[in-house]
Nanobody, 126 residues
């Protein structure tokens, strides 16, 4: 699976951004998808997950209630709607695809993902 993330930018605290990730290659609809982020000097951390079937989702506590992950299998696209942004949300955001197709599992660690987009920078000014 090849992934291309987009939609990052500069936004004021309290604002919104929508990130998109376009997939190509293998059958996108068979893969759990995730969003991760990496702030300067920090480890890459889990943000959100969406299942390959059933539309199940899971979020990091830090973004729960503010971010929404979704997917459109017809368009081979996964999105992350980010509302009420805070300065601590500033990071490079990466989309990722599960290393195993059609797996039933909630994936919150980066080692469970084999396919990564190039990242898109989100900067939230306070």
């Amino acid at each position: 699976v090849q992934l291309q993330a987009s939609g990052g930018g500069l936004v004021q605290a309290g604002g919104s951004l929508r990130l998109s990730c376009a997939a190509s290659g293998r059958t996108f609809s068979y893969y759990n998808m995730g969003w991760f982020r990496q702030a300067p000097g920090k480890e890459r951390e889990f943000v959100a997950w969406i299942s390959w079937i059933g539309g199940l989702t899971n979020y990091a506590e830090a973004v729960k209630g503010r971010f929404t992950i979704s997917r459109d299998n017809a368009k081979n696209m996964v999105s992350l709607q980010m509302n009420s942004l805070k300065s601590e949300d500033t990071a490079v955001y990466y989309c990722a695809a599960d290393r195993i197709a059609r797996r039933v599992a909630v994936l919150t660690i980066k080692e469970e993902y084999d396919y990564w987009g190039q990242g898109t920078l989100v900067t939230v000014s306070s």
